[in-house]
């Protein structure tokens, strides 16, 4: 087998066999195949797009590339359920460091793969090594060490563990061939399906902040993921959530991570209520698939629960001191934000802000040094943006609206220029414009897919594929 037979194939919009699909996986897995091979496959299968059996496939060969979890097996099985969410990525997105404590706390395990920063938007292991020490590379021996002490582990894919989607996953965000259903369908799943889950939450994204903005899009994007993961034998659900302005008010590395931990303090503000709810939700969901909640509510009651009582917190540090990191230095987690320059953001007009374009506020925020241009090379921990609004908010001109933090000055002014160039005002009729005036939080949640919504919905929908 060649792999420009296969280039050529998709191309011309020809299937793949199981076997080319197997060969590909593999040669990207032990980086047989050249980078610029696979990278040709996949803005063809972008293109072009994959039909629904070749995700399927293309999925099961990347889980099996490497490695796989079996937490209720072996000489020392674990007993609890194992549950996980993920989600399709978004800007401010930073849930997992709430849902995951909150999910362990009420007695599900959570073996988390996650990702890097991609495209636009953060990686969650990108904000974990913010933590001095913390390591994301763990065996499986070490996983399930930790999974038995604490309930929940956050690790990355590894040259053992989904070694396939370790190098597409970077290839995709540097060829600019994130945005297709089938291919986050198997990036996601076969990280998730590698950890040997019983259930699976997922949260998919719609919105200007989203891949897929277009809710037609991120609904078919949704019913693939939770058909192909309830067809490999994981129990999942997926909801469709609102991504049109970013989640919390603080978008970057360290600062997203502290942003989480003081809503695990009980810290409130109105700037983070929408990822307060929408992190409740979601637990509320892993709760009620693990069998720990007779109902989602019932879930979202005990997850309250957990932040309310702290032993969600208690959680999250012992897992960041199980990974290596210091659970000191979220003590006073303002002191160890030690940006290289720090600028902020005033209104230079009066109105209400209608709209953003949330995916050019992700751009701003990677370019100010919290992402990366080039494959491996490090990141910021300190850049990143704090927003101080939300969309509906009234604001008067000079009033503060972003804090920005950067590795250099010369990257403020472009990072303004887009933050600009993202609002949608409305001239204000009042007179009074008010630096307290936020909007309550939009709904987040705005459907819920599960098995058979998810089959309703590809029956109707070939025609996006
Ligand atoms: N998250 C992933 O893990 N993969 C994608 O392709 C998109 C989001």
């Not at 996986?25 to 047989?32: C, F, I, K, L, P």
């Not at 909150?102 to 920063?117: H, Y």
């Not at 701003?364 to 943006?385: C, F, K, Y």
């Not at 509906?392 to 609206?401: E, F, H, S, T, Y």
Request: aromatic share 4%; with cysteine; net charge neutral.
């Amino acid at each position: 087998m060649y792999p420009v037979d296969l280039i050529r194939k998709t191309r011309d919009r020809q299937p793949l066999t199981p076997e080319e699909i197997r060969f590909l996986v593999a040669g990207a897995a032990a980086e047989t195949i050249p980078a610029e091979q696979l990278a040709a496959w996949l803005m063809a299968a972008r293109l072009n797009a994959l039909s629904l059996d070749e995700i399927r496939l293309l999925t099961l060969a990347m889980r099996d590339s490497g490695e796989r979890f079996h937490p209720h097996s072996g000489p020392n099985p674990i007993v609890a359920r194992a549950v996980d969410k993920h989600s399709t990525g978004g800007v401010g997105d930073k849930t997992s460091f709430l849902v995951a404590p909150i999910a362990a706390a009420c007695g599900l395990i959570v073996p988390m793969i996650s990702g890097r920063a991609l495209g636009h938007t953060g990686g969650t292991l990108d904000k974990l090594e913010s933590i001095p020490g913390f390591r994301t590379a763990l065996s499986l021996d070490e996983l399930a060490t930790s999974l038995r002490a604490n309930g929940l582990a956050i690790v990355g894919q590894t040259p053992a563990l989904v070694p396939a989607d370790r190098v597409l996953y970077a290839l995709r965000d540097r060829t600019a061939t994130v945005e297709s259903p089938g291919l986050i369908c198997a990036s996601i799943l076969s990280k998730k399906l590698a950890a040997g889950l019983d259930a699976l939450v997922l949260d998919v994204k719609t919105g200007s902040g989203a891949f897929l903005r277009n809710a037609a899009e991120a609904e078919f994007l949704a019913a693939l993921l939770v058909s192909t993961a309830n067809a490999a034998g994981t129990r999942t659900v997926a909801l469709l959530t609102a991504m049109s302005q970013p989640l919390g008010s603080a978008a970057g590395n360290w600062i997203e991570l502290a942003e989480a931990v003081a809503l695990l303090r009980n810290q409130r503000s109105p700037l983070t209520e929408d990822l307060r709810l929408l992190s409740l939700h979601l637990a509320g969901w892993m709760l009620h698939l693990g069998g720990i909640a007779q109902t989602p509510e019932d879930g979202r009651t005990r997850a309250e629960r957990s932040l309310a009582d702290g032993s969600a917190l208690d959680r999250f540090l012992a897992m960041v001191a199980a990974q290596g990191g210091d659970p000191a230095v979220f003590d006073h987690p303002e002191v160890f934000h030690r940006p290289a320059v720090t600028h902020t953001l005033r209104a230079s007009r009066s109105g209400r802000i209608v709209a953003q374009d949330t995916t050019a506020l992700g751009w701003a925020v990677q370019r100010l040094g919290a992402g990366r241009e080039t494959v491996g090379v490090s990141i910021d921990p300190h850049a990143g943006i704090h927003f101080h609004y939300r969309t509906g908010d009234l604001i008067a001109v000079g009033q503060p609206l972003a804090t920005l933090y950067a590795s250099r000055s010369d990257q403020v002014p472009e990072a303004i220029t887009r933050i600009e160039s993202a609002l949608t005002w409305e001239p204000s009729d009042s007179s009074q414009p008010s630096a307290t005036a936020i909007a309550p939080p939009v709904p987040v949640v705005l459907q819920i897919i599960d098995a058979d919504r998810a089959a309703a919905i590809l029956a109707k929908a070939s025609n996006l594929r």
